[in-house]
T-cell receptor
Framework: QQQVKQSPQSLIVQKGGISIINCAYE??????FPWYQQFPGKGPALLIA?????SEKKEGRFTISFNKSAKQFSLHIMDSQPGDSATYFC??????????FGKGTKLSVKP | DSGVTQTPKHLITATGQRVTLRCSPR?????VYWYQQSLDQGLQFLIQ???????AKGNILERFSAQQFPDLHSELNLSSLELGDSALYFC?????????????FGQGTRLTVV
């Protein structure tokens, strides 16, 4: 039972463009929504996270937009760079405390 | 460097065998999580330990077991291995077992069953 649906599966963006990755969750009890970035051969690393009491959080070129009523949240990467090429995972923290991940989006930023 | 150490980095073993994966959490972190990452299933939560006690269980097979020792390091034991168990196994740690605390991931152990 997938509790977090992530799209698209893959994304190709030109350098300088905006990358947008979307996630939808099912359980309204989720209260923590992080995004993780994973480079090949490495473990996932926290990129940015949001709580449901705010609608947007920005850190540098990375922004999370959160829509509580629609149970959706998205990651926007502004001015995308080739170094941003990685796999991005959205996640929520379930009632047991463990992170529940989306299936990932492989981002390729072309120079 | 996340501060979470996993050994070994790579492991190749035959079907039917048993292996042990080891994880040392970040200093001060009490919670350890194990995840399995395969191409088609993404990051699947297996099990969580908090301060030596099992806290949560996910999609962990009966052939798999884990424990967390008094020094807080954790081991994931995989037995009667099958080809389908080939995957990346990640350990993550956090200060507590819930809330908004960040989970830090190790570099993973790549298990190949032949």
């Amino acid at each position: 039972q997938q509790q977090v649906k992530q799209s698209p599966q893959s994304l190709i963006v030109q350098k300088g463009g905006i990358s947008i990755i979307n996630c939808a969750y099912e359980n309204t009890a989720f209260d923590y929504f992080p995004w993780y970035q994973q480079f090949p051969g490495k473990g996932p690393a926290l990129l940015i996270a949001i709580r449901p009491d705010v609608s947007e959080k920005k850190e540098g070129r990375f922004t999370i937009s959160f829509n509580k009523s629609a149970k959706q949240f998205s990651l926007h990467i502004m001015d995308s760079q080739p170094g941003d090429s990685a796999t991005y995972f959205c996640a929520t923290r379930g009632s047991q405390g463990n992170l529940i991940f989306g299936k990932g989006t492989k981002l390729s930023v072309k120079p | 460097d996340s501060g979470v150490t996993q050994t070994p980095k790579h492991l190749i073993t035959a079907t039917g065998q048993r292996v042990t994966l080891r994880c040392s959490p970040r200093s001060g972190d009490l919670s350890v999580y194990w995840y399995q990452q395969s191409l088609d299933q993404g990051l699947q939560f297996l099990i969580q330990y908090y301060n030596g006690e099992e806290r949560a269980k996910g999609n962990i097979l009966e052939r798999f077991s884990a424990q967390q020792f008094p020094d807080l390091h954790s081991e994931l034991n995989l037995s009667s291995l099958e080809l389908g168990d080939s995957a990346l196994y990640f350990c993550a740690s956090s200060v507590s077992g819930g809330g908004n605390t960040e989970a830090f991931f190790g570099q993973g152990t790549r298990l190949t069953v032949v």
